[in-house]
């Protein structure tokens, strides 16, 4: 579902991707981890979209989107792609529910068809009883996974987390980890995780490690 062929990405003098070759099927959890500077993040963001590789090829559900112009790119990440940050990144003056219909009314949805769909997906994560209260009146754990709501919204073809449970407790943690799976169980997602949690990582179905730009296989 998504396959990458040899990416290469430098920033200056500097060669963070050294021909990265991947793939991920579709429902699959996979994590990807690596000691600091050996270019998850920026791996990442190519997979997202965000960033444009120097060289080879990203495929994603079928579609190169190398081939896209940037109005047609936005409009792809927006339906195809979902993200989760170590920072739940929701905006403040906003309640719960807003922030999760907001990749919805980018797309095109009405306001009555973008409030049910956040409503389904809050209710889906056991928020429902929080959808009108604003992020300062929420906890770490459920910021996070308000979050992820968001990140499903749009029904994507894969969630991209980075780093999605740096910033929680021991508890909240472990109950964003449970929620990766178990969206995948019942709804078939397909998740990519950047993560410096090795607990995590033993729990995804693979785990593809990166040094020095390159796919270890040790």
Known sequence: MIQLTNITKSFGTLQVLRGIDMEVQKGEVVSIVGPSGAGKTTLLQIIGTLDRPDGGIVMIDGTDVGRMRERELAAFRNKRIGFVFQFHQ??????????VMIPALIGGCGSREAEQAARQMLRLLSLEDRALHKPNELSGGEKQRVAVARALINHPAVVLADEPSGSLDTHNKEELHRLFFDLRDRLGQTFIIVTHDEG?????DRTIRLVDGMVCNV
């Open 200 to 204: 995590l990582a033993r729990l995804t």
């Open 90 to 99: 929701l905006l403040p003056e906003f309640t719960a529910l807003e922030n």
